[in-house]
């Protein structure tokens, strides 16, 4: 991932241990080299911070400028040698962690505005597993000069993102993943599980996952729909970027919501050719589209909740039918997620007992229980009271943020479409008459655009700093 550096504390012996943990054996490889591998997935550059003459050879090795003053003077040293804004330091001693949490983690850190991002996992904070900005070399250094080892005084010093242990748990990952060896014991009980080695990760790997960025997650290419002589869709073509949000407006019944079927593949289209999650879909039968959904999953406008089931079992549902965990982990994954969207304390109730905009939170919960890469949204504020539908605005933007969701809300919400959209499109007569951002928006021709946009009552001029067109509007003049 660019603008990341890693730091592996490799620390030294260990008292506890009796040898030097780093150069432990495990499924073939040194703790040393699996973490090493480990950081190499979501890192530009990894350093190794420790004695230089007992690891170089296993990489570049940044040493303490306050030697043994404990992982905060490794903390130091690697803010010290750092060139860029977001650094993650590692621990030598954890053996389970995976390049899929380290990528969350600094996507966490990318939306953050702290200096440190810290999970709280196995009862207490993580520091060395944690996203450290260079700010915070100055305060660490202060520490160690009045011998003042302790890491935790930072957290309190400096502004921290502490992520909870349930917001973890509902992005899929355990907290066993920060389990240490420090004992022979601990690590007996490791090798005993045969964990595989990490595989590094190839440099092509990283060019496909950089060409991914470059190109749309989701892509229509002069896509035609018809119902009988009803013509839906008439050449429409647009894209999605990856993370990237986009808003389909319109009046009712010009194909917003048929495009959205088409994604998931419960509409084929008459011509034309539809891409999701890289891959070209427009022939798949069901089972292929049965894989894609496991990647894009759809928030439909009346919830979709089994009314049988209680908002936790609605949320359970895609967590059973993958499979996999246990029941305690399912339910540590309610939790997080019912907590995410607000609505946790409805967890034993119905379906029948919520309000409309309360079934919307609970589908966009059960939604992010599948662990997609997008998520359709198909008119999440119609039918709801502005309140909720500014809260329900609120949360889906929380979760581009956090998540880093490619998403499609199809929405007549202009404030909505305000709040979230990167850009936009407007369909009319079956047609995309408009693609584009909020700025170019106000400053379209069409008149069917102007009139949305006035019955709307945006001012673009205010919210956006454009000068809109002179118009005319049916309804009497500008």
């Given amino acids: ?52 003459p007992r690891y170089e050879q296993f990489g570049v090795v940044v040493e ?32 389970m962690m995976t390049p899929g949490f380290l990528e969350w983690l600094v996507r966490q850190a990318q939306a953050a505005p702290e200096l440190i991002v810290v999970p709280d996992a196995l ?17 660490a250094e202060e520490a160690l000069k009045r011998g003042d080892y302790k890491i935790s005084h930072l957290f309190s010093a400096l502004p921290t993102r502490q992520i909870p242990l349930p917001e973890i748990v509902a992005a899929g990952f355990s907290e066993n993943l920060f389990r240490n060896v420090n004992t022979s014991e601990e690590y007996g009980e490791v090798v005993r599980q045969k964990s595989p080695a990490p595989e590094p990760q190839p440099k092509e790997t990283e060019k496909q996952a950089s060409m991914h960025e470059r190109k749309p997650y989701i892509e229509f290419q002069n896509v035609h729909k018809a119902f009988g002589s009803n013509l839906v869709l008439d050449g429409v ?26 994604i998931m593949g419960f509409l084929k289209p008459d011509s034309g050719r539809i891409w999701v999650a890289y891959e070209d879909v427009t022939d798949y039968g069901e089972a292929e589209m049965e894989r894609i959904r496991k990647k894009v999953t759809m928030v439909f406008q009346n919830g979709a909740l089994f009314d049988s089931l209680t908002v936790g079992e609605n949320v359970a549902f895609p967590l059973r039918e993958r499979g996999g965990l246990e029941e305690e982990q399912i339910y540590q994954i309610i939790d ?29 919960a059960r939604a992010l229980a599948a662990q997609p890469d997008a998520v359709l949204y198909d008119e999440p504020t119609t039918m709801v009271d ?14 581009k943020k956090q998540l880093k969701l490619t998403s499609i809300v199809v929405t007549h919400d202009m404030a909505l479409a305000k709040k979230l959209a990167d850009r936009l499109l407007f369909l009319h007569e079956a047609r995309a008459i408009f693609f584009g951002t909020f700025k170019e928006m106000a400053a379209c021709q069409e008149p069917i655009v102007q009139e949305f946009l006035d019955l709307d009552s945006m001012d673009f001029e205010h919210y956006f700093g454009a000068q809109r067109p002179p118009h ?5 003049t500008p």
Avoid: W
């Fill in 1 to 52: 991932m660019d603008g990341v550096t890693a730091f592996v504390l490799a620390g030294g012996r260990s008292s506890r241990m009796g040898s030097d943990k780093a150069l432990l054996q495990l499924g073939g490889l040194t703790l040393l080299e699996r973490t090493l591998h480990t950081a190499q997935a979501v890192a530009e550059r990894v350093y190794i911070s420790g004695p230089r």
């Fill in 64 to 95: 303490d400028v306050y030697p043994d003053c404990g992982p905060l003077g490794g903390i130091h040293a690697a803010l010290s040698a750092t060139e860029t804004d977001l650094n993650l330091v590692l621990s030598v001693d954890m053996p």
């Fill in 123 to 139: 009862g207490g904070l993580q520091p060395l597993c944690a996203i450290y900005r260079p700010q915070v070399r100055t305060v």
């Fill in 237 to 262: 073509s647009f894209d999605v970027m990856p993370g990237e949000t986009v808003c389909i407006l319109g009046r009712s019944g010009v194909g917003k919501s048929v495009s959205l079927h088409q």
């Fill in 336 to 364: 997080g997620l019912l907590d995410m969207v607000g609505v946790r304390e409805f967890r034993d109730l119905l379906p029948s007992d919520l309000s409309t905009g309360m079934k919307r939170s609970v589908a966009i």
């Fill in 386 to 399: 502005p309140l909720m539908a500014h809260l329900l605005g609120d949360l889906i933007q929380k979760l």
């Fill in 472 to 476: 005319q509007t049916r309804f009497g």
